[in-house]
């Protein structure tokens, strides 16, 4: 999605793909950067860079060298070349830009956060508030800083992260839908060079984006991705699906790219024809006769296919790109008009990429909901059957990092799917990965003793029996020792032990797993008399 008309200066990451509030300086305009500054006011970042860098041999003064170099470094952030972007902030810094505005700094410390440079990070905010910059915002990106480092070296969960080699290409790819009812089908937006696009985007000098399709087989390999049918891909760009229950209807964005209306970003709807999809639609959310600048997108379907939220920044929200939805009528047969989610989950920054889980829970992005820095992904509880929300909560590490999060799916009511990052190595700009939780491994493992000698009994009677019905009957070995460590003892379960031998007095114990949230042995001794 991109907004071309507007007050609000915008980072622009790719197209139909992120959005975070862009701290804008004012520039002078010179003659020789003009088609570069209008290309870098109308978002073309890549466009703009190369301008730039074109006329850059013509500059003289320290000042304008400065400018230009801290702009070129603006152009990189914003098509996530973080390194590219470091290298042109320490020119603009050497120019002393940084005393014509200190934002330079903080925008360098974004840069290496998004890098995993913690300490060079918070080093540069320091920076940015020794040179006058705004202190609450500076200690606010500090703390995330310090929070990101400490998560990466002990993450608060215990999921794990893995990037999806045969998904992703050297550009960008993003926002996987669930496509299929068995869960083992996807269609996601990438830039690749087999995109339907005609020509390179202005913005990320990369194709415009399509979207893909990739199905998973029964041994859990996915495919190598293939382009949708150009009923749905276009010479425009095309991303951020999702499907009704049925997977019969998949909704998308489409941003037109034309003479009088590029980049105008709406909702488009089509419909299964077997294994493709018929014409798409608009699903004309917004009027365009009465706002023709606003922008709509990236849908996201509840799991009754009651609400569709939607991304936009159409006038009555709380900043650049918030939440809004829209509900069903069944006897109209037709989606009512766009309502605002409010302020628990929308902020002064930008909210994108909803998804729901099938038991309703909805989950978005943020740039302002406090987390690790860059796009972060919550969850919105909601607090009824309809659209209020009742609570916010960042998801942990390692699903969230340092860089941008963002897009993610469930894959059923398991408790694993897919999410979109941007984190180093990867293998592109933006890159599709798969995280899942591990299931919890327990075990039990026991010694049995004479009492006054430390002797060790053998074939000594040890009874496990669980609350959930399963007993187990041991001997122990030569050493007193008996294990259940093949997955016999499992989660949410108390078990009552018996030890007994011929000539000895027996004893119990008991042990649960009720309430573990990590893995456990359960190492017991048992001394007999």
Not at 242 to 255: E, H, I
Not at 352 to 381: C, E, Q, R
Request: hydrophobic letters at 30%.
């Amino acid at each position: 999605m991109q907004k071309t008309n507007t007050k609000h200066a915008v980072r622009r990451y790719s197209l139909l793909l992120l959005f975070a509030l862009f701290c804008s300086v004012a520039f002078g305009q010179k003659n020789y950067t003009e088609d570069a500054d209008l290309a870098f006011e109308n978002k073309a970042y890549h466009e703009a860079a190369a301008d730039y860098l074109r006329v850059y041999g013509k500059l003289s003064g320290v000042a304008e060298k400065g400018e230009v170099n801290y702009k070129i470094g603006e152009c990189y952030r914003l098509m996530l070349d973080h390194k590219g972007a470091e290298d042109y902030y320490k020119k603009a810094i050497g120019f002393r830009f940084d005393e014509t505005d200190p934002v330079v700094h903080y925008n360098y410390g974004e840069v290496l956060r998004a890098q995993n440079k913690f300490d060079d990070a918070i080093q540069k905010y320091n920076d940015y508030m020794e040179k006058g910059g705004d202190k609450t915002r500076a200690r606010a990106a500090i703390e995330m800083c310090e929070k990101a480092a400490l998560e990466m070296d002990e993450p608060s969960s215990r999921y794990v992260v893995d990037q999806m080699p045969i998904l992703n290409s050297e550009q960008f790819d993003y926002g996987p839908a669930w496509s299929g009812k068995r869960y083992d089908e996807i269609i996601f937006g990438s830039a690749r060079p087999s995109s339907a696009g005609s020509s390179d985007d202005p913005i990320t000098g990369e194709s415009y984006m399509d979207l893909f399709i990739s199905e998973r087989d029964k041994k859990g390999k996915w495919s190598t991705p293939v382009p949708v049918n150009n009923t749905i891909n276009t010479q425009h760009n095309e991303g951020a699906a999702c499907f009704d229950k049925k997977f019969s209807t998949m909704y998308f964005t489409r941003c037109i790219d034309e003479k009088d209306a590029r980049f105008a970003c709406d909702i488009y709807y089509a419909r299964r024809q077997g294994k493709d999809f018929g014409p798409a639609e608009p699903m004309n959310l917004i009027d365009r006769q009465e706002n023709d600048s606003s922008q709509v997108g990236q849908p996201a379907l509840s799991p009754d296919d009651m609400y569709m939220v939607v991304v936009s920044d159409m006038p009555g929200g709380f900043g650049g790109r918030d939440l809004w939805y829209v509900e069903y009528d069944n006897k109209g047969k037709s989606w009512g008009k766009p309502k605002n989610m409010g302020d628990k989950v929308n902020t002064k920054g930008d909210e994108m990429f909803p998804s729901f889980k099938v038991d309703g829970t909805l989950y978005f992005s943020s740039d302002m909901h406090s987390s690790m820095g860059g796009l972060d992904i919550f969850m919105a509880t909601r607090s009824g059957e309809d659209m209020t929300i009742a609570e916010v909560e960042g998801m942990p590490a390692p699903i969230n990092s340092s860089s941008d999060d963002f897009g993610i799916i469930w894959e059923k009511d398991l408790d694993q799917g897919m999410f979109t990052s941007s984190r180093p190595n990867g293998k592109g700009k933006d890159d599709i990965y798969e995280f899942k939780m591990p299931p919890l491994e327990f075990a039990y493992i026991a010694n049995v003793y004479n009492y006054d000698t430390g002797v060790p009994l053998a074939n000594s009677k040890v009874t496990v029996q669980g609350t959930d019905g399963q007993s187990y009957n041991l001997t122990t070995d030569g050493n007193g020792g008996i294990s259940l460590d093949n997955g016999e003892i499992i989660a949410s379960t108390n078990y009552a032990v018996d030890v007994a031998l011929d000539g000895f007095i027996g004893t119990s114990d008991q042990f649960s797993t009720e309430g573990l949230a990590e893995s456990t042995t359960f190492a017991r001794e048992y001394f007999l008399k």
